[in-house]
């Protein structure tokens, strides 16, 4: 696992008016789209500002850049086991607005049983990580 994966927009204060209908979405303010990949420790492993017109997560990872590393070799080198099958792909936690690629770990939307529910809680919560290290270069 690399990390967790999300998108955040960020207001941008000083937008040029020039380029203000381009970065504006539903609430009127100009935002910039960060895509990120945070770990456990708020280890940043990939920042990706989205271009103007991005205005979704599914938008900013068509553009972004960040399977680049583990398509070149250099992504962390990633072994795990489940259910004693052995794997060596990298993943992210994400939350269910990205697609159902192997790239992507998402919680159950329904967990059925106690192994189950036992993942989604534990997946919500390690998916936190990004969302706590926005919070972080938002301070």
Known sequence: MIGS?????????????????QYTRGSGKPTIVLEAVASQDLWIWHAFFGPPGTLNDINVLDRSLVFDDILQGRAPKVNYSV?????????????????????????????????????????????????HAFGVLQA
């Open 83 to 131: 259910n004693g099958h052995e794997y060596h792909l990298a993943y992210y936690r994400a939350d269910d607005i990205y697609s159902k690629w192997t790239a992507f770990v998402q919680s159950i939307p329904l967990p059925q049983g106690p192994k189950a529910s036992l993942f989604a809680t534990h997946q919500e919560d390690v998916r936190k990580d990004v969302e």
């Open 5 to 21: 994966i999300d998108c955040m927009h960020w207001e941008w204060k000083n937008c040029p008016t020039a380029w203000k209908g």
